[in-house]
């Protein structure tokens, strides 16, 4: 199953909101309420942002949030800072056959 | 403090066998799924599969299947990757992430990374 859709990259100024694509299918994004968001600056680990759609695990600022029409997800950051600039990649439960999917990954870009 | 410690980056030729660790601590172990996922040089995140340590059970994904094997030894708190004869294409960063716990899946602890370079 290929990865899902994701723009290659994204591009705002401090203080400005961006919001990121996922497109998949009906067997993983639009199927299931399991879409995750990674952070993943370079040379490091990723590190969850988002789970189940909407939810923001403790210590993730509120400026970054999730949703979901569909089959795309989508994670929007508002009030840009440096800091937030990294490759982002979504990622979705895909049924009992694939499991887990991963997006492209975009690269933000903090102008 | 939930933390999982994989082992340093491994050097190896076409046709070589290897198995990477991935050590967790501050939580139980034995309670919680742990995954592979792999990247590529200048790739993006892959999925490889998963082990529940606490019985063994494991799945993969389909484009792993067969290619390596998940492994766990609770008694050391320790999940494994492994490769029966590696490839230059096995070539990259490889993560493990813990699942959190319920109905979810999302990883919400990763380790640090291995990195694996294969080369002749």
């Known amino acids: 199953q290929s990865a899902l859709t994701q723009p290659r990259s994204v591009s705002g100024s401090p203080g400005q909101s961006v919001t990121i694509s996922c497109t998949g299918t009906?067997?993983?994004?639009?199927?299931?309420?399991?879409v995750s968001w990674y952070q993943q600056h370079p040379g490091k680990a990723p590190k969850l942002m988002i789970s189940?759609?909407?939810k923001r695990p403790s210590g993730v600022p509120d400026r970054f949030s999730g949703s979901k029409s569909g089959n795309t997800a989508s994670l929007t950051i508002s009030g840009l800072q440096a800091e937030d600039e990294a490759d982002y990649y979504c990622?979705?439960?895909?049924?009992?056959?694939?499991?887990?999917?991963f997006g492209e990954g975009t690269k933000l870009t903090v102008l | 403090e939930v933390q999982l410690v994989q082992s340093g980056a491994e050097v190896k030729k076409p046709g070589e066998s290897l198995k990477i660790s991935c050590k967790g601590s501050g939580y139980s172990f034995t309670s919680y799924w742990i995954a592979w996922v792999r990247q590529m040089p200048g790739k993006g995140l892959e999925w490889m599969g998963i082990i529940y340590p606490g019985d063994s059970d494991i799945r993969y994904s389909p484009s792993f299947q067969g290619q390596v094997t998940i492994s766990a030894d609770k008694s050391i708190s320790t999940a494994y990757l492994q490769w029966s004869s590696l490839k230059a294409s096995d070539t990259a960063m490889y993560y493990c992430?813990?699942?959190?716990?319920?109905?979810?899946?999302?990883?919400?602890?990763w380790g640090q990374g291995t990195l694996v370079t294969v080369s002749s």
């Open positions: 009906s067997s993983d994004v639009g199927g299931y309420n399991y």
């Open positions: 990622c979705s439960f895909a049924g009992t056959y694939t499991y887990v999917i």
């Open positions: 992430a813990r699942r959190d716990r319920g109905i979810t899946w999302h990883f919400d602890s």
């Open positions: 189940d759609v909407t």
